[in-house]
């Protein structure tokens, strides 16, 4: 079992940046497959970012250049640093996890077994 728990979400003025931050807790010491989704009401779930238990990330090309992921060396907090953001990264980030599928960084939400809360991001123009 593994809880999720998103923080770090807000309003910024385009051009802005934020920081996410997903704390990760599990009963075992298994590793992760882990990523940042986002979400605009009742429009699919997409892929922002991810990260496979070796390190291999993915960026959507949405956010290529200006999004980085990134975890702490315990791989119980996974991070998104969003730099220059735009009206159009508004939505609300989830983290996900998944035991490591030995597959590469996992870009669909179906692949995910478990999932945060959320956090809202609203960027205005």
């Known amino acids: 079992q593994v809880q999720l728990q998103e923080s770090g979400g807000g309003s910024v003025q385009s051009g802005g940046s934020l920081r996410l931050s997903c704390a990760a807790s599990?009963?075992?010491?298994?590793?992760?497959?882990m990523g940042w989704f986002r979400q605009v009401s009742s429009k699919e779930r997409e892929g922002v970012a991810s990260i496979d238990s070796d390190g291999v990330i993915w960026y959507a090309d949405s956010v290529k250049g200006r999004f980085t992921i990134s975890q702490d060396g315990a791989k119980n907090t996974l991070y998104l640093e969003m730099n220059s953001l735009k009206p159009e990264d508004t939505g609300m980030y989830y983290c996900?996890?998944?035991?490591?599928?030995?597959?590469?960084?996992?870009?669909?939400?179906?692949?995910?077994?478990?999932w945060g809360q959320g956090t809202q991001v609203t960027v205005s123009s």
């Open positions: 599990r009963n075992r010491s298994s590793e992760l497959d």
């Open positions: 996900a996890a998944v035991p490591e599928k030995w597959i590469g960084p996992l870009i669909t939400w179906w692949e995910y077994t478990y």
